[in-house]
């Protein structure tokens, strides 16, 4: 049945999963690579099929103002407009239009702004990112949340009534059968809300609950408090999705406190601008050390770009501002990524998902986050 | 044996051959997609052969300035550099450095010009080109002449004499085995100019000729004058190249002229501004016209972007300047050529070249060329 969540193991707070829905089934825990525009960029959807990709993420907010929500619904859905048959999650746009932070004006009905493409001004409220969404029709969509500064607690508190009436209003506006709408729990970095958040939502008897607000500038101890405190709490037969987080160790220590899915344009924005995901931590093949080297991006890694080419090879790409470097490092990071998923799944089945985190952790050196950027 | 050249049948002047190189024998008439900086943009080195491409062209001039031929000599040659196994063919690096007309003085031991990457000064001379271009090691290499103004006789017939001498010092130069040297036939637009270079070269015994001069502003009836006097002239037994051709209708009348090689940045250019090569002519995709459509590129193509896209969302992605729009225009565009050949070989074989080419030539309709360029 779609949407049904099937616990297959569980190794601590770890959980391997299988999610169902109208494009297929999903193993979980997964990260989901972000198409913002209807496409990942510099892959095609045979090229993320190789790489096992299983869910994709478009915006509702890019797609909505170009090419249309109402275009892509009339040419057959988002699944066929961009060729992808597997499964598809949209988010509410809300993000987004929270962002356009001089551009925008919040009321509790909903948010108006003006297009970063050509100034015009727009609306959406909690029925118009549903009606998006169902004109997109995605698998799973997100209801229209407010995403605040994480560390201001009256703001935040705030928020999360305005948050909570939008998530009523999302529910109530839905009318698609083959999507499930998941409930996003706010709250910033304060456990009584964050608390308070999820026993609203948790209500609604949604088919998936979100962790949105992080990784926007909290510290990591505040990310990993928020997600043991939310994990006894949340229903053990829903999935649960950290927006926006895709760092490697972050996705473990996620994976470690109970998170089923993950999205995040970081493999691919690092990519396109010449850094890699390797064990060691993360290398920019800018750097004029790699020049001569004729060693592959990830001496362990067995994806095509480094079967097939040398860091000197691909730092002249980079230099060169050559599409193929966009296209390799992709692939890598992706790559990458989409392995380590595969390998937190396997050692959750084994029941050896400590020592696999650990020994990971030991060997992942965070170091040049700027380049996230 | 290397660089043998195979008549395997004719038709009228059309010739179905094959060239031997060290990489792999060639089947001709074939058209060399350009990966101008050792990449053909927007490809990787496994979609050109499932394109089924055989010969790969780089510019001598762009790798010489970055990354430097000695750095790709050290790290295994320019096949291993850009991981093509197959065929390679590289130009002088003449063409480039006359094009950088307020950067360049010539006289008659070589050319000093100034790299359009960061202004410094380097010369070039045939004895630097042949060095170069056997640091990077392609199967063909090319001698460096210069390429004059097709339509001025006196600057045409100087250069001529400019042009024989270097040919005769490329030959001494020369040292590699495994590469073969070709003479580029040079003298515009004019008979006895052109047939007098013809001779001065066949005298020098090269494993193959090529026809420089062409497409740079000449007419059609001009170009195909040129081809039609030199194919008497020019040995029956050696590859006959018709450098920087590859419209789809010059691609049908140079083989109808006995041109066996071409090369050509149109295909993987046009594609990168939004326009597709289509039996119809050609069209650009940037057009509000196919905003709806649901239709892919060309409806008689089965190429991975015709069999799985519309024209709406190729678009959609031209429009929002994604990297898979040149993805699958390049991959579109390429296998609309490489298809072409086929057939055009496929016709020699036959004996019906002529049918084919009239058919062909009555569909295509030449338009919008400003896209070229």
Chains 1, 2 share one sequence.
Not at 28 to 52: C, N, S
Not at 191 to 215: H, K, M, N, W
Not at 280 to 294: F, H, T, V
């Amino acid at each position: 049945m779609s949407f049904e969540f099937t616990l297959l193991a569980q190794d601590g707070a770890a959980r391997l999963g299988r999610f169902e829905t109208p494009h297929g089934p999903l193993e979980t825990p997964l990260f989901a690579p972000v198409g913002t525009q209807a496409t990942v960029k510099a892959m095609r959807p045979r090229d993320l099929r190789e790489l096992g990709a299983s869910l994709l993420l478009a915006n509702t907010y890019h797609l909505y103002l170009r090419p249309g929500d109402e275009r892509i619904r009339d040419l057959g859905g988002l699944h066929r407009f961009m060729g992808w048959d597997g499964p598809l999650l949209t988010d509410s746009g809300g993000f987004q239009v929270f962002s356009l932070s001089d551009a925008r004006r919040i009321d509790d009905d909903g948010v108006t702004f003006k297009s970063h493409l050509d100034g015009s001004a727009h609306r959406f409220t909690p029925e118009q990112s549903i009606a998006v969404q169902e004109n997109l029709g995605a698998d799973v969509i997100m209801m229209f949340d407010e995403c605040p500064p994480p560390t201001d607690y009256e703001y935040v508190r705030r928020s999360l009534g305005r948050t909570h009436a939008w998530a009523e209003r999302c529910l109530a506006a839905k009318t698609r059968p083959d999507q499930a709408l998941f409930g996003i729990v706010q709250g910033g970095v304060f456990r009584d809300l964050r608390e308070a958040s999820a026993r609203f939502l948790i209500d609604l008897d949604l088919p998936g609950y979100a962790v949105g607000g992080l990784a926007v500038g909290e510290t990591k101890p505040e990310m990993h408090a928020v997600l043991e405190l939310l994990h006894p709490l949340l229903p053990g037969d829903k999935p649960r999705y950290l927006m926006g987080v895709g760092a490697p160790e972050d996705l473990v220590n996620g994976v470690l406190r109970g998170i089923d899915l993950f999205d995040c344009v970081l493999p691919t924005r690092i990519a396109r601008n010449g850094a890699a995901l390797v064990l060691g931590g993360r290398i920019n093949l800018r750097n004029a050390q790699y020049a001569d080297d004729p060693r592959p991006v990830d001496v362990a890694c067995d994806c095509y770009a480094c079967a097939h080419f040398s860091r000197a090879y691909i730092r002249h790409l980079v230099k060169a501002d050559e599409i193929l470097a966009s296209i390799l490092l992709t692939t890598h990071n992706l790559h990458f990524l989409l392995r380590l998923m595969d390998d937190l799944r396997k050692a959750i089945r084994k029941g050896t998902v400590g020592e696999y985190a650990s020994e990971f952790l030991t060997h992942y050196e965070i170091r040049d986050t700027r380049l996230d950027h």
